[in-house]
């Protein structure tokens, strides 16, 4: 597991926005996407936005025109634009890495899936 550091969650009013930052804190041989996943309480973990080398971008149909996912891929880091929040985004928010860490791995096609320990977001008035 490659460690990823998350930071920007908090509180805000509907309406309100936040920025999410995610970078890779160790070691990777390459990574081919990033993106935000999201879990709130006695609901499964759900795709936010990906982005991939290429900038090809994904977002869930529920956050498409609000959040807006970025990368840069000099210093592994990910961000997640939120704006016009509303309290159903209300979740802890995981950064997600998928890549090759080491050479050797991307010579057997193996991606490994890396995970952040997730930052809360509370949208309430």
């Known amino acids: 597991q490659v460690p990823l550091v998350e930071s920007g969650g908090g509180s805000v009013q509907p309406g309100g926005s936040l920025r999410l930052s995610c970078a890779v804190s160790g070691s990777i041989y390459r990574i081919n996407s990033m993106g935000w996943y999201r879990q709130a309480p006695g609901k499964q973990r759900e795709l936010v936005a990906e982005i991939t080398n290429s900038g090809n971008t994904n977002y869930a149909d529920s956050v498409g025109g609000r959040f807006t996912i970025s990368r840069d891929s000099v210093t592994n880091s990910v961000y997640l634009q939120m704006n016009g929040l509303k309290p159903e985004d209300t979740a802890v928010y995981y950064c997600?890495?998928?890549?090759?860490?080491?050479?050797?791995?991307?010579?057997?096609?193996?991606?490994?899936?890396?995970w952040g320990l997730g930052t809360q977001v509370t949208v309430s008035s």
């Open positions: 997600n890495a998928v890549g090759f860490r080491s050479l050797f791995d991307s010579r057997r096609r193996y991606e490994s899936t890396n």
